[in-house]
């Protein structure tokens, strides 16, 4: 199954991609960690991204176009894949679907993962990361101190979950990824998912709007 997680900064993309991606033996992409993972090694991209990243801007289309084409090429996205804040655009959606169809494939579905604005802003502030794994955690639904239970990494606040960059993401979110709903909805192939709750809940709720069969 080829599909697309859209949905707001802090609607819980991230963590059911990566369980959705256990489920089904499928690839999480996720164009944020890629860049990010590029800014801790200083590669020549991260250091590009950064300079957009870390003021709540996209980055520009083509060079995450070019990266997301690279990674799409890989064996592993041959079965499926779960792509995670990428498209962004409606130029990177269009993109994306000519990449697809050059091999002959297609998105499946883009799940919308729908959560009120005040519930998305407090999970940014209560949003910390592992260091190490990059498994995401709520602080305000646990109580795990500063170390990631899974590996004991160094939890911390992701620069541009910081209140200063918050705003800027959020408008960057309605004025350029916004459009992508009505994109997949005339594509006929959006569905929309409740997030407002418990992540088991919006898992479930995923596996119910893909007729997925759950665990
Ligand atoms: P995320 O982890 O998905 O919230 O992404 C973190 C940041 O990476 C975003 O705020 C953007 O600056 C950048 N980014 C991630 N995906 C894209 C994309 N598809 N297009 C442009 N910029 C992106």
New binding site residues.
Partial sequence: MNLIFLGA?GAG??TAANRLSELLDIPHI???????ANISEGTELGKL?DQ??S???????D??IGM?KARLAEEDCAKGFIL??????IP?AEALDNILAEDGRKIDRAVDIVVSEDKLVERLAYRRVCAACKLSYNLKHSNIGDCCPVCGGSLIM?E?DKPK?IAA?MA?YHR?TEPLIEYYRNARKLVKVNSEEVVADTFANILAALEIKGV
């Fill in positions: 900064p993309k991230g996720s164009t944020g960690d890629i860049f990010r991204a957009y990243i003021q709540g801007c996209l980055v520009p289309d060079v995450t997301v995670d804040g990428f498209p962004r655009t990177q992701r541009d960059v993401r960057a350029d």
